[in-house]
């Protein structure tokens, strides 16, 4: 008995023309990964700034440079007056006629 027969040719025949058909297909998806990449590589580029922003903050935070408000020499805002305690809260205020 023989291996190359008609059925086999038949059947090897099919398997080449579904994998050829796969292949055309992939290639026909890649013209939209041309727009995916582009997205990725937009979003790599925005984590990347937002990387090098928090490095800056924390790299500011670490060598202890002051904070602007805390220099010597600025105004600093008074702390508002504290807020009356319950009992005077509680007091009737008189009323004016």
């Known amino acids: 008995m023989s291996v ?17 058909r796969s292949l055309e297909r992939r290639r026909g998806r890649r013209r939209g990964s041309a727009l995916r990449r582009g ?8 984590s990347l700034g937002v990387l090098v922003g928090l490095a800056a903050v924390y790299l500011r935070h670490r060598s202890g440079e002051p904070e ?9 805002v008074e702390a508002e007056e504290p807020a009356p305690s319950e009992q005077e809260a509680a007091e009737p205020i008189p009323a004016t006629t």
């Open 4 to 20: 190359f027969n008609r059925r086999n040719a038949v059947v090897g025949f099919l398997a080449l023309k579904a994998a050829s």
């Open 39 to 46: 997205l990725v590589l937009g979003l790599g580029i925005v």
């Open 68 to 76: 602007p408000q805390r220099l010597e020499g600025y105004a600093e």
